[in-house]
């Protein structure tokens, strides 16, 4: 099996669709509703699917409860280079790049639906870190 893309939910797909060019992934599908990306660095894809925020909070609607646990993982060799592209685009960032305990270098973003972004690198600790099942 093959990871063929992930879905996020847009609470405004017009800004969402903005903000995800300006980060420089490809347009690939354009609709009222939905929209879909190419990751220009590989093959993946990944696409965004308006929704009704939650009456009473404005928020994404059930999923508000799930956001803190649920985060789209972009990986890049040169994080730090990567995270001053951006912020100079006018992106702001709630984590700057960190080495964390884990052996990768992480920076973490919001997009305009509240959903997390972690731009990393985790070199050959990515898939074979020290703690890797045997």
């Known amino acids: 099996m093959r990871l063929n893309q992930v879905m996020l939910p847009a609470l405004n797909i017009a800004e969402s669709k ?23 660095d590989n093959d993946a894809t990944f696409s965004l699917h308006a929704i009704e925020p939650d009456d009473e909070t ?22 730090d280079g990567k995270v001053a592209e951006l912020q100079g685009r006018g992106f702001v960032f709630e984590q700057l790049p960190q080495d964390e305990a884990w052996l990768w270098r992480e920076a973490r973003l919001s997009d305009p639906s509240g959903n997390v972004l972690c731009l990393y690198y985790g070199g050959k600790n990515r898939v074979n870190p020290p703690w890797k099942v045997r």
């Open 58 to 79: 404005g928020q994404l609607p059930e999923v508000a409860a799930l956001q803190p646990q649920t985060v789209i993982y972009f990986e890049c060799d040169d994080v």
């Open 18 to 40: 903005d903000f995800y060019v300006r980060m420089g992934f490809k347009l690939i599908v354009n609709s009222a509703h939905y929209v879909r990306f190419w990751v220009p």
